[in-house]
Every structure is written in C-alpha cells, then in structure tokens.
C-alpha cells in the first residue's frame, strides 16, 4: 500500500524530557492508571471530517492544507487515498477509533441512489481496513447540513421534502453504521435552528425534530443496531438558535418528548463554551443526570466567539475534564473524539500528526494529575465537609424528606444564630496549581 505520510514515524513515547517532537512526552499508551492504561481510559479518536476532508478554507479564502491526493480528479479514487490515509494516520498515533459523516467518506452522486452506492463502496473497502488495522468506529453519523438542499435545516426544514429526504439520509448513515459495528451514532443539529422568528414555525420545527428522532429509534430497533444514540448539543453556529442549545436544553427537550431513554449526550468543549460554560461544567451536568455519553475533544480561543475547533493544550480544562470524567467510572461506550483541526497555516501534512501528539499528551497528562486529585480526595472532602450540615440534624431532615415549610420555620424562629464557613476558592484554586504543578 502507498505510504502516505513517509516523513512521519510511528509515534512512541519517549516521556517528558524528549526533544523529539515526533514522540509522545505524556501519552504512555500502556501505562496502568487505577487499573487501566491510559489508552482504555483516552479512547482517543480521529474524526475524519477534520483530518482528512477539510482543507483549511475559511470565509477569507480557499484551502491551504497540503494532501497527498491533492493531484487525483477522480473523486472515488480521492475517497479512497483518504480512507488508506486515514488508517495509516491512526496506526502511526496508536490511535484504535476514528468518527466520521457519510459525507466525509465518499463524494454524492448525481442522486441518492448513486450517493448510496458511492457509499457502500467506500464502506466495504473501509470494512477491510478496519481488519487488517484492528480499528473500530467509535460512531457514524451523517452530514445533512452541507449540501445547499439544507438550506432551511433538516429535520427542522420547512419543506417536508427535504425532510423525507434527510430521513433517507440518516436511515442509510445508521445502516452503514451498524455495517461498520459502530459503538454510537451521533446527531449534532447542523441546521437545526432558526435565524428569525418572523418566519418560523418555533413549535412545528422542535415538534418535527421530535418525531424525527423517535423514527430513528424506531429505525434502530427494527435493524437491531444497538450503538448508543448520542446528542451533541451547541448553542449557535451555524443557526443563531440552535434547538440543542446545551446540555440542559437538550435535556428538557428529551424529557418533554419522552425520548430521554434513548439519548446520551456527546458533550464538545468548544460547544460548551460557546453556551457561556465550561467543558467541565457540561460534563458535569451529564454526569450527575447519567447521560454522559461522549466526548468531542477541542478548545475555542478564549478571545475569538466561535467554534475554532483547535486541538487542546489546555491543562487545566484537560484535568477538569478527566476528573468529571474519571467520577463519571470512565466513559464507557463513548470515547475521547479530536473534534479539531490545525490552524490554516499549520497547512503541512506533519502539522496533522503534532496537532494530534499535542493534543494526545494533553489529555494523558490531565488524566494523571486528574487520577492523583481523586486518589488523594482533597477536593472530595472539601466538597463533603462545605455540605456537612446536611448530614446531620435539621439537614439530614432536609434530605430524608422529613421536612416540609412549617417544621423549617419552626426551626428558623429557634435557631437565630446563622454562621457561614468560607468557601476557600482560592486555596482550592492553589491546590489545583499544586497538582498540575508536581506531576
Ligand atoms: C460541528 C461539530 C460536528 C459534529 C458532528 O460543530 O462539532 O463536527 O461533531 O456532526
Ligand atoms: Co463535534
């Protein structure tokens, strides 16, 4: 087979004083952390759509990622070098997943039929690989937001069309999916959103994407994929509003439609903060409601108002991250998903490769530190000792339910003296420091 990344190594890991920038200096694949190595607990994912088909274009200009296919016209011998391209790039990170569209992998035909049979063939081509590489899907899921018919949304779309037509879409994505054994399939609301109310139905779109969901269920069931469905919520881009705005909106718009059995979340930290929140933060509210499902790994640029996808080098939000995650007892069937690309100008086939060591070594090192906080339990007990008055007493009261309005004011006229304790922020945020610091 061609190599298509010949000045690229496999990548080892050579620990924290290595110069070699081609070697991981914290991701030590088989390392035993409480248990499991870091490459059970990372699941580190490669997502296609950044990795193989953007091509660094932004609203200023056309792409400038260099590609070895860059000279091929034909676009199923170009869908092809890609998808060789792609096994190779995980093989050399030691990477075991990768996430993808269905548009990613293979080009649309004159018609759906034509498109689906593109895709078929891709799929069995990339059903070998995945074999002769040992690489599973961690999940599939389809584009219905690229092509100009998409224009108005998709489940949310005012013309039932295209809505029928998205439905074709997604039931061949999910088909192909369960081909591929996919662990997941993920529904990020593309155009799902409106722009102005002065044009849209608010009730019928959210009430339609309801009952597009339910159909996939329905769908899933009757095929007998068993991947978890997962939401990925964001709250603008490209929409103003998008419908799966947070993890709580998506929650409520769930419970509301009784669908909330069926989904998980697949939580994205650039997402997140676009919502005004922290990656931890939505993680954390997953986590507490038993629907943290996945994780699209990446960071925004604090000074900059949308998604930029960057790989993430943050340690602080890389320890936070794993700490909710290690809490949650791990990811389970969800992974860790690079949801990110190199900047524009880091447009040479190699920055693909430090971009994902970058971001690897992040993760694996937030994962250790994350492991010690938890193992040492300070924050625990910070936590447990900032509540204790619940555990005793009128709050234990509180918590058994054996207390209602009039026994609290009962309580309240007697108990005049109220005495708070400090919430030391600061000397937790010290702390903090202290075991990114040693590690
Ligand atoms: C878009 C985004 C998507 C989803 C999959 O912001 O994150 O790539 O992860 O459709
Ligand atoms: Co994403």
Redesign the pocket.
């Given at each position: 087979m061609v190599e298509y990344f010949a000045n690229v190594p496999y990548i080892k890991y050579e620990g924290k004083n290595s110069k070699n920038d081609f070697a991981f200096k914290y991701y030590n694949l088989d390392e035993v952390i409480g248990g499991k190595t870091m490459r059970e607990h990372l699941k580190f994912t490669m997502?296609y759509?950044h990795t193989l088909a953007a091509n660094g274009s932004d609203p200023f200009g056309v792409g400038t990622y260099q590609k070895p296919w860059d000279n091929e016209t034909d676009q199923m011998k170009v869908a092809k070098a890609k998808m060789e391209a792609a096994f190779e790039l995980m093989d050399k990170l030691g990477m075991d997943y990768f996430a993808f569209?269905d548009r990613d992998i293979a080009p649309e035909g004159k018609d759906l039929a034509e498109t689906n049979a593109f895709l078929d063939e891709i799929v069995a081509y990339c059903k070998e690989l995945m074999k002769t590489y040992n690489k599973k899907l961690l999940w599939g899921?389809a584009?219905a937001f690229g092509n100009p018919r998409y224009v108005h949304g998709a489940a949310t779309t005012c013309n039932a069309y295209v809505y029928a037509y998205a439905a074709a879409q997604v039931k061949k994505a999910m088909e192909v999916t369960k081909e591929l054994g996919g662990e997941n399939y993920?529904f990020?609301g593309?155009r799902e959103g409106y722009e102005t109310l002065l044009n849209t139905d608010l009730k019928l779109e959210q009430d339609n994407l309801a009952r597009f969901l339910q159909m996939a269920v329905d769908y899933a069931h009757k095929i007998g994929f068993t991947g978890q469905f997962l939401i990925?919520p964001?709250p603008k881009?490209p929409t103003k509003h998008q419908y799966d705005f947070d993890v709580a909106t998506v929650l409520a718009f769930l419970r509301n439609y009784g669908l909330d059995k069926y989904f998980k979340m697949?939580i994205?930290a650039?997402?997140a903060t676009l919502a005004g929140h922290t990656f931890q933060h939505e993680v954390a509210l997953a986590r507490i409601n038993g629907v943290l499902g996945s994780l699209?790994i990446n960071q925004g640029d604090p000074n900059l108002g949308w998604?930029t996808?960057q790989f993430p080098t943050n340690i602080y939000d890389a320890t936070l991250l794993m700490y909710e995650v290690l809490k949650n007892g791990g990811i389970g069937q969800g992974g860790l998903n690079f949801?990110a690309k190199v900047r524009r100008a880091s447009f040479e086939v190699e920055d693909l490769f430090l971009g994902y060591i970058a971001g690897m070594d992040t993760l694996a090192q937030g994962l250790r530190i994350a492991y010690k906080m938890l193992e040492e339990g300070e924050f625990e007990a910070a936590v447990a000792e900032r509540y204790k008055s619940f555990t005793e007493g009128i709050g234990k009261d509180i918590l058994e339910g054996k207390a209602d309005f009039e026994s609290l004011e009962k309580y309240a006229l007697t108990n005049s003296l109220i005495k708070n304790k400090s919430g030391r922020q600061e000397l937790l945020e010290a702390k903090l420091n202290q075991y990114i610091f040693n590690e």
């Open positions: 997502s759509w569209h899921t584009n993920v990020w593309g990925e964001k881009e697949n994205e650039n997402h699209d998604d996808d949801d």
